[in-house]
């Protein structure tokens, strides 16, 4: 899988919009860019997933750049309940005889303010 | 619906001595994954299996470690001679099939080598 850049750490007011970058310069036309995200002490959690056009859905929204370099997972209000590591992956289009897991990286660990 | 289970939640085992850890997938899922995740580390994925077949052993960190899975569904992964630098937290995921976009998550093993 192509390699994504983010940042460390962000943080957050509760109650406001919360914007995740994600820089993924060498994606190929068939990596679908996927957002997990990990709350303390459990297992990574599906949020959203796109292709080209932006997609959203009741967790969040994803947007992606035209040229797909880069892509931005918003939080529309975010809760103390969104505290979480937050992922950014690519994908390969499903299709090919590999396995498809996931490969994450460091991820950028949100903080919520009261 | 039932998620994904992990048993034990934790274990705590001497250096040296055998391990199990066990995932119930989600009813119906024909792939499943593991991975693990050592302290302050990211996510590392360890074998892929579709059906009872394990076509992805890529991640397993030596012959120490190995996995099954029977009737399709429960799957068990078995460590050897254990040692501390296997400490982590084994995570099991489960999705509906080869290419599908979501993997869910179980809630882990903690395992601890002492």
């Known amino acids: 899988d192509a390699k994504t850049t983010q940042p460390n750490s962000m943080e957050s007011n509760e109650e406001e919009p919360v914007h995740l970058p994600c820089n993924h310069s060498?994606?190929?036309?068939?990596?679908?860019i996927h957002w997990y995200r990990q709350l303390p002490s459990q297992g990574p959690e599906y949020v959203i997933h796109?292709?080209?056009s932006n997609v959203n859905n009741r967790m969040a929204s994803l947007a992606i750049a035209e040229d797909r370099k880069s892509s931005t997972l918003i939080l529309h209000r975010a809760t103390l309940r969104d505290a979480a590591v937050y992922y950014c992956?690519?994908?390969?289009?499903?299709?090919?005889?590999?396995?498809?897991?996931?490969?994450f990286g460091k991820g950028t660990k949100l903080s919520v303010i009261p | 619906g039932a998620g994904v289970s992990q048993s034990p939640s934790n274990k705590v085992t001497e250096k040296g001595k055998d391990v199990e850890l066990r995932c119930d997938p989600i009813?119906?899922?024909?792939?499943l994954y593991w991975y693990r995740q050592s302290l302050g580390q990211g996510l590392e994925f360890l074998i892929y299996?579709?059906?009872?077949?394990?076509?992805?052993k890529s991640g397993l960190p030596s012959d120490r470690f190995s996995a099954e899975r029977t009737g399709g569904s429960v799957s068990t992964l078995t460590i050897q001679r254990t040692q501390q630098e296997d400490s982590a937290v084994y995570l099991c995921?489960?999705?509906?099939?080869?290419?599908?976009?979501?993997?869910?998550f179980g809630p882990g093993t903690r395992l601890t080598v002492t």
């Open positions: 060498t994606i190929s036309g068939t990596d679908y």
């Open positions: 796109g292709l080209t």
């Open positions: 009813s119906g899922h024909t792939a």
């Open positions: 992956i690519l994908r390969e289009r499903s299709g090919g005889a590999g396995s498809y897991q996931l490969t």
């Open positions: 299996f579709q059906g009872n077949s394990a076509p992805d």
């Open positions: 995921a489960s999705s509906t099939g080869q290419g599908a976009s979501e993997q869910y």
